[in-house]
């Protein structure tokens, strides 16, 4: 079975500091990875998604994240983390399954405060 | 125009009681979800249906009982409930049999007591 390993469980910043999650996955088959964001209080939802073509993918808030495939992992970044950047991370990946069917596997989750 | 909406946002029930939380979409989505995220914001997929059909059912308690009356409705049924089903039960939908990201709702938080 898929696992997905996210090593930075909390995360404490100021602003302007610039941000790196890290999150592994261990399925040698077709992926797609995302990463989604919980506010405080709120749902989840998406960030960024990778399916295929180029390896460095843009998301919403001037968040990216790097697919490397030798090393099965999709970490997130962002140059300039905002106090507003508070929340939990998921990095998630969608596997493929018999039938054409997809299962979606989280990690743990980050927890990132930004100090103003 | 909520796209994943559940009901209800609270519930706070004895031990031992039977619960429904129901969840739509209005998405047109083939895939419904049901996520329980623990004190400690870990998320842990239950069950999923795609087009009505289960196709996903973790090692989850027999206790629970997903139910999808259409493509749109996706409920969960919890009988005999135990301290250790309190949690927030997230419910998601997405396209193309799970390939494509999901839409969460805002969530049920379910305390027991």
């Known amino acids: 079975a898929q696992s997905v390993s996210q090593h930075n469980h909390h995360v404490i910043l100021s602003e302007a500091a610039s941000l790196e999650l890290g999150c592994n996955y261990s399925?040698?088959?077709?992926?797609?990875l995302f990463w989604y964001v919980q506010y405080p209080g709120q749902h989840l939802q998406l960030l960024l998604k990778?399916?295929?073509?180029?390896?460095l993918v843009k998301g919403i808030k001037g968040f990216e994240a790097e697919f490397i495939k030798s090393k099965f992992s999709f970490n997130l970044r962002k140059p300039s983390v905002q106090w507003s950047d508070t929340a939990e991370y998921f990095c998630?990946?969608?596997?493929?399954?018999?039938?054409?069917?997809?299962?979606?596997?989280f990690g743990r989750g980050t927890s990132l405060i930004v100090h103003p | 125009d909520t796209a994943v909406s559940q009901t209800p946002k609270y519930l706070v029930t004895q031990m031992g009681n039977d619960k429904s939380i129901k969840c739509e979409q209005n998405?047109?989505?083939?895939?419904m979800y049901w996520y329980k995220q623990d004190s400690k914001k870990f998320l842990k997929i239950m069950f999923s249906?795609?087009?009505?059909?289960?196709?996903i059912n973790e090692t989850v308690p027999n206790r629970f009982s997903p139910k999808s009356p259409d493509k749109a409705h996706l409920n969960l049924h919890i009988n005999s409930l135990e301290l250790g089903d309190s949690a927030v039960y997230f419910c998601?939908?997405?396209?193309?049999?799970?390939?494509?990201?999901?839409?969460f709702g805002p969530g049920t938080r379910l305390t027991v007591l």
């Open positions: 998601a939908s997405s396209q193309d049999a799970g390939r494509d990201e999901q839409f």
């Open positions: 998630a990946v969608n596997a493929s399954a018999s039938g054409g069917s997809y299962i979606p596997t």
């Open positions: 998405l047109g989505h083939d895939t």
């Open positions: 249906y795609n087009n009505k059909e289960l196709i």
């Open positions: 399925y040698g088959g077709t992926v797609n």
């Open positions: 990778y399916f295929s073509g180029d390896p």
